[in-house]
């Protein structure tokens, strides 16, 4: 019976231990929406000569972004993993580039880039906060 019990006991707590995992930070909205809003600001502001990114604001945010991770749990190396990721990288860039054909947004004609920007920045948005118009 003593073998039962254990097996029992080892198996609650491997169940338990699993179901407090955190899951990957690409699921945690709170973490990836800034992240990837803040990265469609920054190629806005590449692209179009016009506009600067906001970057101190964007590094403020996100050192906060890494802070909010760390408060929910999730380790140093975890963060890292995620911010290296290539995988998450070329997602990043794939919804970035959605989001942007979705706009009109076309690299053939950076104007249309520097369009999405004031547009952005006139509404204040997600995104626009990491904008500035020179």
Same mark, same amino acid.
């Given at each position: 019976?003593? @073998?039962?019990? !254990?097996?029992? #006991? *080892?198996?609650?707590?491997?169940?338990?231990?699993?179901?407090?995992?955190?899951? @990957?930070?690409?699921?945690?909205?709170? =973490?990836?929406? @800034?992240? &990837?809003?803040?990265?469609?600001?920054?190629? =806005? !502001? $590449?692209?179009?000569? /016009?506009?600067?990114?906001? +970057? *101190?604001? %964007?590094?403020?945010?996100?050192?906060?972004?890494?802070?909010?991770?760390?408060? #929910? %749990?999730? /380790?140093?190396?975890? =963060?890292?993993? &995620?911010?290296? !990721?290539?995988? $998450?990288?070329?997602?990043?860039?794939?919804?970035? $580039?959605? &989001?942007?054909?979705?706009? %009109?947004?076309?690299?053939?004609?950076?104007? +249309?880039?520097?369009?999405? %920007?004031?547009?952005?920045?006139?509404?204040? !948005?997600? =995104?626009?906060? &990491?904008?500035?118009?020179?």
């Amino acid at each position: 019976m003593k @073998p039962l019990m !254990s097996a029992v #006991l *080892v198996s609650a707590i491997l169940t338990g231990s699993m179901a407090l995992a955190n899951p @990957p930070l690409r699921e945690v909205k709170e =973490i990836d929406e @800034p992240l &990837y809003w803040a990265l469609v600001a920054f190629e =806005i !502001s $590449e692209v179009c000569d /016009s506009i600067d990114a906001r +970057t *101190v604001k %964007g590094l403020s945010d996100g050192w906060g972004l890494i802070r909010k991770a760390r408060q #929910l %749990g999730y /380790s140093d190396e975890e =963060i890292k993993s &995620y911010m290296r !990721s290539d995988t $998450e990288k070329a997602r990043m860039r794939a919804r970035g $580039e959605a &989001y942007f054909k979705h706009k %009109g947004a076309s690299y053939d004609d950076p104007e +249309t880039f520097c369009a999405l %920007g004031r547009t952005e920045i006139e509404r204040n !948005s997600q =995104i626009g906060v &990491y904008l500035r118009a020179k």
